[in-house]
């Protein structure tokens, strides 16, 4: 109830997307990092006209629901990613935004601003506190991802209680030491021309933003401000006095009153339906003066491969002298980089390991930098293995692109949560993994030691 009125001015101002085509490839992304709030992305996707009903908010934590508790990308229709484990959806996102830039700078042409959208994510106390979420914006700040909106409920709880108990750095002055822009909203339960400020700020901002909204959580509740709010049901007596002090009949469930309906039709629906519409005109324009990059463009966005694409693989027979598999690995990258733009990888600062560079690859930098451009497709992530599996979670999750990464086997372990997503969301990513010692043991280890191993 804290994000509510964020969530709005989100919607009804700003975002942009076409609940009658939850796939057009420019709408602005919108995670939900904090997924454990799905019920109000849930809400916000039933008001918007996608396609949630009444009944499908009913089913709430219900098995085979479209409203599982989570947010699932296979499941519901407009979310985006699927999230639960707290921090993945940050960086999810910068994977989003990395791969905007990257088609922006590849396929904009003068008077065609084709990829043009933002990418916004909501998250909490609990997300900032994670490993990954830092990962992530570190890269982020790095690379100065200026279609990045991170909005932040700073409202002070954790499930423990107050985060005074484990959580008190000061978290805009880490962001800006990442090279973020900090926005600061004091009152974000009732000020909504500051959250509209805010927001309007970020968007002409060339870096990240991370806009600090204080909000109450369970605000209007008779335990708002407590943890006992943060994921118990309320009870009916506070349930009932939320109602009426909202205006509504405190014996109606599930009841949205017409005018909201209405209005979510013209601040939100209509505004996202036009600009597909011109966005359509605007790509059939591009057809005629650029051909051959329009052609390359209708393939990725449905997501096909390019004709006879195997004869680009090279082949070897039972009597050619062995190799290791990562050379193996990189004779192959380097074979299909050229006619499959959609590959776009790196490594987490193993590149000379892990043969992940093809060939005379630009780096994916900021061009300020001097260090490539966001038409390049080689990725320097660092030594960030959990991120970078998020990240590209976000990238597939954007769709055009295929993300690949190289790392060593046992780093791999530290991107477990990244991956456990990439398979329930059926996310297309490889990830290159090498140096794995199977056979290695100690000669100097005890039998207990080996036993242990």
Not at 286 to 298: C, F, G, N, P, S
């Amino acid at each position: 109830m804290g994000m509510a009125p964020t969530a709005h001015v989100l919607l009804s101002r700003h975002l942009v997307a076409n609940p009658a085509n939850d796939g057009w490839v420019n709408r602005d992304r919108l995670v939900l990092s904090n997924g454990h709030a799905s019920a109000l992305l849930y809400s916000l996707l039933h008001i918007s006209g996608y396609n949630l009903s009444i009944d499908d908010l009913k089913g709430f934590r219900q098995l085979g629901s479209k409203t599982p508790g989570h947010p699932e990308s296979f499941k519901t229709e407009g979310v985006e990613v699927t999230t639960g484990p707290l921090g993945q959806g940050i960086a999810n996102g910068v994977g989003l935004a990395m791969a905007q830039a990257n088609l922006a700078a590849t396929y904009n042409k003068e008077g065609f601003p084709l990829f043009s959208n933002k990418t916004y994510v909501f998250c909490g106390d609990g997300c900032l506190q994670e490993g990954v979420a830092a990962e992530a914006a570190s890269l982020a700040g790095h690379l100065q991802l200026g279609n990045l909106i991170v909005l932040y409920d700073d409202n002070q709880i954790t499930i423990d209680g107050s985060i005074a108990n484990s959580f008190t750095e000061d978290v805009g002055k880490r962001f800006e030491a990442y090279g973020w822009n900090v926005l600061s909203v004091g009152d974000a339960d009732q000020d909504i021309q500051a959250i509209d400020a805010a927001i309007t700020s970020a968007k002409a901002s060339t870096k990240p933003t991370l806009i600090k909204l204080r909000t109450i959580i369970g605000y209007g509740s008779a335990r708002q401000g407590t943890h006992g709010v943060h994921g118990s049901p309320l009870v009916a007596d506070d349930i009932a006095q939320l109602k009426v002090s909202a205006g509504f009949n405190s014996k109606d469930s599930f009841a949205v009153p017409e005018a909201v309906y209405e209005q979510y039709k013209t601040a939100f629906r209509q505004r996202g339906e036009k600009a597909n519409r011109s966005w359509d005109a605007s790509f059939q324009e591009y057809a005629a003066k650029h051909k051959d990059e329009h052609q390359e463009l209708t393939r990725r966005i449905a997501g096909q491969l390019p004709p006879n694409w195997e004869q680009l693989l090279p082949v070897y027979a039972a009597g050619d002298a062995a190799v290791g598999g990562r050379k193996y690995s990189e004779v192959i990258l380097n074979a299909l980089a050229p006619s499959l733009p959609e590959l776009f990888g790196g490594s987490a600062d193993l590149t000379s390991s892990n043969y992940t560079r093809v060939k005379n690859a630009e780096d994916f930098q900021a061009p300020s930098t001097g260090l490539g451009s966001y038409r390049g497709k080689y990725i320097r992530y660092g030594v960030r293995e959990h991120a970078m599996g998020a990240i590209m979670n976000g990238i597939s999750a954007y769709g055009l692109f295929i993300p690949f990464a190289g790392t060593f086997l046992n780093f791999v372990s530290y991107a477990a949560g990244a991956i456990r997503l990439s398979a329930l969301s059926g996310h297309q990513v490889i990830w290159v993994a090498t140096h794995e010692p199977w056979g290695r043991r100690s000669h100097s280890s005890t039998d207990r030691d080996r036993r242990l191993c």
